[in-house]
């Protein structure tokens, strides 16, 4: 799945004709419960917004799942530091007893404790649930209607304006990445990783120079067309609000409520 790809579907799901506004609040209580519950609530919140995505808006799963994997990506780069401890003679180190699995490195063990374990875990799960109400967002909402939301909801046109610059910047910037890298590779670059690493920088110092011009060209365009202070963005589409939906929102939140207060409460 590319960015392309999102954008498209956001504008094809089968909940487009529902308002931003409500799609937007029902993610944020989400999201809310999602990183103040217990894990139990955020497994339910990342089940549940599957069914909302692939469900209800006929997202492939397979998108669904692709944009869950590459911010997941990061989790993964730093999961060693969260999992992985070096200990030497340290008197606060967990007891031998407490480790999961141990390497003996010389005078030194790595190990792998129960309690750091959990807390990857635990993590693992808040991002999941997180991750599955940012892919409700943008499935179901396209970027230029959010921002209409946005503004009802009183943020600041700056904020909005520079959100709409930098998503579009995003496809210009893959764009042109992506036709630099071909041309070198076509040009017999990438070979070797010193190579490698190599052409990556001078791809990365060429992308900084199309970006200032194509930065150039959208300011000059933006004068030529009488910018002022801010974007109009004009919207002729009509929403209709659903019963159906509303009452499953609001009678899962309060669901997921009710069940985080029998697991102990929120975690502040």
């Known amino acids: 799945m590319n960015w392309q790809q999102l954008d498209s579907l956001s504008y094809q799901n089968r909940l487009r004709h529902l308002p931003p506004v409500q799609k937007l609040l029902f993610a944020g209580v989400l999201l809310l419960l999602a990183l103040a519950g217990h894990s139990v609530v955020q497994l339910l919140i990342f089940l549940w917004m599957g069914v909302w995505v692939v469900g209800y808006a006929r997202i492939p799963l397979r998108s669904h799942l692709l944009f869950l994997l590459l911010p997941l990506s990061f989790f993964v780069a730093g999961l060693p530091g969260l999992l992985f401890d ?3 003679h340290d008197p606060v180190a967990p007891r031998p007893s407490q480790w999961l699995v141990s390497w003996q490195v010389g005078p030194y063990a790595i190990y792998v404790a129960a309690a750091s374990a959990s807390r990857a875990l635990e993590l693992l799960v808040r991002i999941m649930a997180s991750l599955a109400c940012f892919s409700f967002l943008l499935f179901t909402i396209p970027f230029a209607e959010m921002l209409q939301a946005f503004r009802k909801l009183g943020i600041p046109e700056l904020v909005t304006d520079l959100l709409m610059i930098m998503y579009r910047f995003i496809f210009v910037l893959l764009d042109t990445s992506f036709q630099l890298w071909v041309a070198q590779r076509f040009r017999g670059g990438h070979q070797g990783f010193r190579a490698l690493l190599r ?67 929120w975690l502040f």
């Open 199 to 265: 052409d990556v920088g001078m791809v990365a110092a060429q992308l900084f120079v199309r970006a200032m011009q194509k930065y150039r060209s959208l300011s000059m365009g933006m004068a030529a067309r009488g910018f002022a202070e801010n974007f109009q963005v004009q919207s002729l589409r009509t929403y209709a609000r659903s019963p159906r939906y509303e009452r499953e929102a609001v009678a899962g939140c309060i669901a997921l409520v009710v069940i985080e207060c029998l697991t102990g409460g």
């Open 86 to 88: 070096l200990t030497g």
